[in-house]
């Protein structure tokens, strides 16, 4: 079975440029987790999505992003524009229908974006 | 202050030694998930558990609940260890949403 996917591995895009990053969750799994660490600090929550449907986005930083998952299969993260601390790395993270503390985060390889 | 803390930040070890990473929350949790991820390689679950101990191979987790305290061992350590481990926790009123520490990195010499 596949785990997590994410495209690009990398992406160097200069500030002002649009970027979009693509997660494609383990087949089954409802919920859709995005995250980002920034460099020298902890990795911090961007949004939760619930099959199509944003449960959470309370850790998106601004109006520059945007996240969906159209049909709830895989998700895109835009950033438009980009500006330099939107420098990081960009995880995605799925998971089955949970029951409270017993379910197990599955992470994908990760995007690293570079905004210069 | 983050909800995570973690010690050490950085951690050396010869090959063969006996390794503790710590973890410290100040919040109410579900689970505690502990987390490896390789120079440039993606994030894997090494231990999710919410009471007590957890072993796998070399790897052992365990977790004190009344402290708010849970602990990474490897036993006979060896270089292939080396990486970062992340201690995350699962507030469970947040619905899966994790809370990581800042990670710690591991490398064992040969």
């Known amino acids: 079975e596949a785990g997590v996917t994410q495209f690009p591995s990398h992406s160097v895009i200069e500030k002002g440029q649009t970027v979009t990053l693509r997660c494609d969750p383990i087949s089954g799994h409802d919920n859709l987790y995005w995250y980002r660490r920034v460099m020298g600090k902890e990795i911090k929550f961007l949004l939760h999505f619930v099959k199509e449907s944003k449960q959470d986005e309370s850790g998106m930083p601004n109006n520059r992003f945007l996240a969906e998952r159209t049909g709830g299969t895989y998700s895109t993260l835009k950033v438009q524009p980009a500006e330099l601390e939107d420098s990081g790395v960009y995880f995605c993270a799925s998971s089955q229908g949970r029951s409270v503390g017993d379910t197990e985060a599955f992470f994908g390889q990760g995007t690293r974006l570079t905004v210069v | 202050k983050n909800e995570v803390e973690q010690s050490p930040q950085n951690l050396t070890a010869q090959e063969g030694e006996f390794i503790t990473i710590n973890c410290s929350y100040s919040v109410g949790i579900s689970a505690l998930h502990w987390l490896q991820q390789h120079p440039g390689g993606g994030i894997v679950s090494l231990f999710m558990?919410?009471?007590g101990k957890k072993k796998h191979g070399r790897l052992i987790a365990t977790i004190n609940i009344q402290e708010k305290h849970s602990s990474l061992h490897i036993t006979a350590s060896h270089p292939r260890d080396s990486a970062v481990y992340i201690c995350?926790?699962?507030?469970?009123?947040?619905?899966?949403?994790?809370?990581f520490g800042r990670g710690t990195q591991l490398t064992v010499w040969p």
């Open positions: 995350a926790v699962d507030r469970g009123s947040t619905l899966g949403r994790l809370y």
């Open positions: 558990l919410s009471s």
